[in-house]
């Protein structure tokens, strides 16, 4: 039986209703990779990099969504639970669907990764593969077809894309240590 009151298709309608065509993934993708990058969770920069991609302004019901999805982010990237619940169709939605769904969100996370990234080269290699390998799910997303090997495969790649942003969240929000002050005896 599907799930019709998803976090995703609610969303998903939310948008489509208010006249923004685009895919509750990319829109969260975006989010993730522009925090992932060191933008901080200032609601002011998320409004101005999702209304891009809304391209317009959101009604207050839109949002007042992207503020509380903005806050859900939040919460997972600073709590101790290490887990990143991505915003994606249901499991009983067929495997095309959600795989494209997983591209958008790749292409979302490296436009917002991208857009707030203040210096890529100071990345580490493994950083930089991640990047790569968001890059390379983005392209793809049409690879998959209905099998046991392609369910398999979906859910290897959404289990690396839950434990990709932390990472690369980790790496670039980093605390520069104090140099320790030499001891005067």
Same mark, same amino acid.
């Given at each position: ?74 919460? @997972? ?8 619940? %991505? !915003? +994606? ?7 095309? &669907?959600? /795989? ?55 859910? @290897? ?8 942003? %932390? !990472? +690369? ?7 520069? &240590?104090? /140099? ?6």
């Amino acid at each position: 039986m599907p799930i019709q009151n998803s976090p995703y298709n609610a969303f998903a309608t939310l948008l489509t209703s208010s006249g923004h065509p685009v895919s509750p993934a990319e829109l969260h993708g975006l989010l993730l990779g522009r925090s992932c990058a060191g933008a901080g969770f200032d609601v002011d920069g998320w409004l101005i990099d999702a209304a891009e991609l809304l391209e317009g302004e959101p009604q207050d019901n839109v949002r007042n969504a992207l503020i509380g999805l903005q806050e859900m982010v939040k919460g @997972e990237l600073t709590s101790d639970d290490m887990t990143v619940v %991505l !915003l +994606l169709p249901s499991d009983d939605a067929p495997l095309t &669907e959600r /795989a494209a769904a997983l591209g958008q969100w790749c292409q979302g996370f490296l436009s917002g990764f991208g857009l707030n990234s203040r210096d890529s080269s100071a990345l580490s290699t493994e950083a930089t593969e991640v990047l790569q390998d968001l890059a390379a799910i983005a392209q793809v997303q049409d690879a998959l077809e209905e099998s046991d090997d392609g369910e398999s495969d979906y859910m @290897e790649v959404m289990e690396y894309l839950r434990v990709a942003p %932390l !990472l +690369l969240f980790t790496e670039t929000n980093k605390k520069v &240590e104090p /140099a320790a002050k030499p001891s005067l005896h």
